[in-house]
């Protein structure tokens, strides 16, 4: 698809290139297996397990480091816990632990009850390219010891490295991977415990859609974010709209209407268009300033009567939408809606910070006391 493209930001805006870095920024520091969890006041954790060589590292490294997929090649085993500190922003405030495959984390000098009571979520990753018989078993043991520790616990599957399998294969591959796992914890008399199933891999943006879903479950005022997104959108004449945490481009909402791969994958493409045009164009004189700013807004057009619209909501967040040209026309009213929108964002991190939030959730502030919808509803003005 040829694809037209205006960028409106004023070049003052752009940033040098080493201000929006390959690693942007993201901490990360290496443990021992021994090292004692993190402390109770830590940030909520996400763990990412699975047998050997399933992909663990390679998901955290290209969805979190921007690593390139083909570069996963040449990642060495991990033999120790990977503690990654996720804090772009305060909507996407967590940290990732990647287990090594080969670790017996039930080793009884290891203490998994600490280190289950804080989490989040728990992704199991499965190599749907490799005979999947033991990872079965050991997700099997997995989830049910961490089940006894803390059923709050969200438990995700990635079903991975799917680019491998035919169409039919996946589903068949999904089919079976689902009804065995839950025969198992059926066996045990697990059936309260909940799986959730993701087909995924780091070579198109299924990874990050799997993401987005599981790091949209531990956001607590995700019902509010959706309500102002419905809002604005049916104000405003939008199709579709996605507040995407830009560097990870997990997108942290979206409104109710349902989410097509395409679309997601377009709003992805234009984030990388705009951060890179604004890497390179964007540079002042003296090099300072920031890729991602306030102003930040870009506009592009498609040749089939689409319209792809992005602004700044805050320092990591974007608004992505879509639209008919058309609907592009009343461009005053989106911006004013758009406008009262972000205002109720604001309004919304505002109270998460000065709140308490559910252990295991993310640190986004416990679902909102404050009247965010009516102060910050933005409204129809035409
Ligand atoms: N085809 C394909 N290969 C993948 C995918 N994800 C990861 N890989 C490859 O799988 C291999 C193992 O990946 P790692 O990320 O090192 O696996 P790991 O689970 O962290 O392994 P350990 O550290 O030994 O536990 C690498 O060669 C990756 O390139 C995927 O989605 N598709």
């Not at 990642?75 to 287990?99: A, G, H, P, R």
């Not at 670790?103 to 979520?121: H, K, N």
């Not at 209407?257 to 951060?275: A, F, H, R, T």
């Not at 009343?330 to 998460?352: Q, S």
């Amino acid at each position: 698809m040829s694809i037209q493209y205006e960028v409106e930001q004023l070049a003052d805006s752009y940033g040098v290139a080493d201000s929006f870095p390959k690693d942007f920024g993201y901490g990360e520091e290496e443990a021992d297996i021994e090292d004692s969890p993190a402390p109770s006041d830590s940030k909520p954790r996400i763990l990412l397990m699975g047998l050997r060589r399933s992909g663990k590292s390679s998901i955290q490294k290209v969805v979190f480091h921007k690593m390139s997929p083909n570069e996963t090649l040449f990642l060495e085993s991990t033999n120790k816990i990977y503690k990654d500190d996720i804090s772009s922003s305060s909507f996407v405030n967590f940290q990732i632990w990647d287990f090594p495959g080969q670790v017996d984390f039930f080793d009884p000098t290891f203490d998994y009850e600490m280190i289950f009571r804080g989490t989040g979520a728990l992704i199991f990753v499965i190599d749907a390219q490799d005979d999947y018989v033991e990872a079965l078993g050991r997700l099997h043991l997995t989830v049910s010891r961490a089940y006894r520790v803390n059923p709050e616990i969200n438990f995700e599957v990635f079903i991975h490295k799917v680019d491998g399998l035919s169409d039919d294969h996946k589903i068949e591959t999904q089919r079976d991977i689902h009804q065995r796992a839950n025969d198992d914890l059926a066996d045990a008399s697990l059936e309260k415990l909940h799986l959730s199933f993701y087909l995924t891999s780091i070579y198109d943006h299924s990874i990050f859609e799997a993401f987005s879903k599981v790091v949209q479950k531990l956001i607590p005022q995700l019902p509010t974010l959706e309500n102002l997104l419905n809002i604005f959108i049916s104000n405003s004449g939008i199709e579709k709209a996605f507040l995407f945490d830009v560097v990870s481009k997990i997108y942290i909402a979206t409104d109710s209407s349902p989410v097509d791969m395409q679309s997601y994958e377009l709003c992805c493409d234009m984030i990388d268009v705009v951060i890179d045009v604004s890497c390179i164009y964007g540079l002042r004189e003296d090099g300072s300033g920031s890729a991602y700013d306030k102003e930040s807004m870009a506009i592009i057009k498609l040749n089939n009567t689409t319209v792809l619209y992005l602004k700044e909501v805050t320092k990591f967040l974007a608004l992505v939408c879509i639209l008919r040209e058309e609907s592009f026309e009343r461009k005053g009213l989106i911006d004013y809606n758009f406008h009262c929108f972000r205002k109720a964002i604001h309004e919304v991190f505002e109270v998460g910070v000065s709140t308490q939030r559910p252990a295991g959730s993310l640190a986004v502030g416990s679902p909102c006391t404050k009247a965010v919808a009516l102060n910050g509803t933005p409204r129809n003005t035409v």
